[in-house]
């Protein structure tokens, strides 16, 4: 079972930038491939990106793509989400996941807050 815990949001101008963790308890980790997923204030929540257990393989949302960077270190037990030039748009809370696919699996972590003012 993969229980994961997300850090590292808060509020930032856009055009910055913000780097979140997501610590994953569980033996497992190394196995999984992860995800990271938003949801914004009344809206569904989405797929952002995701990484193969190995992280020689990406896979991002068009909105994201060319701004944001998905990457993992097996060793600690952490995937990091790198958001560049950050957009009002990409405000949300951002959470981690296992996932199969771009389906997310199993537990869902408290999620991290992501504000971008104008």
């Known amino acids: 079972q993969v229980q994961p815990v997300e850090s590292g949001g808060g509020l930032v101008q856009a055009g910055g930038s913000l780097r979140l963790s997501c610590t994953v308890s569980?033996?497992?980790?190394?196995?999984?491939?992860m995800g990271w997923f938003r949801q914004a204030p009344g809206k569904e929540r989405e797929f952002v990106a995701a990484?193969?257990?190995?992280?020689?393989?990406?896979v991002y949302a068009d909105s994201v793509k060319g701004r944001f960077i998905i990457s993992r270190d097996n060793a600690k037990n952490v995937v990091y989400l790198q958001m560049n030039s950050l957009k009002p748009e990409d405000t949300a809370v951002y959470y981690c996941?296992?996932?199969?696919?771009?389906?997310?699996?199993?537990?869902w972590g408290q999620g991290t807050q992501v504000t971008v003012s104008s």
């Open positions: 996941a296992a996932t199969l696919g771009l389906t997310p699996q199993g537990s």
């Open positions: 990484i193969n257990w190995s992280g020689s393989s990406t």
């Open positions: 569980g033996r497992t980790f190394s196995r999984n491939a």
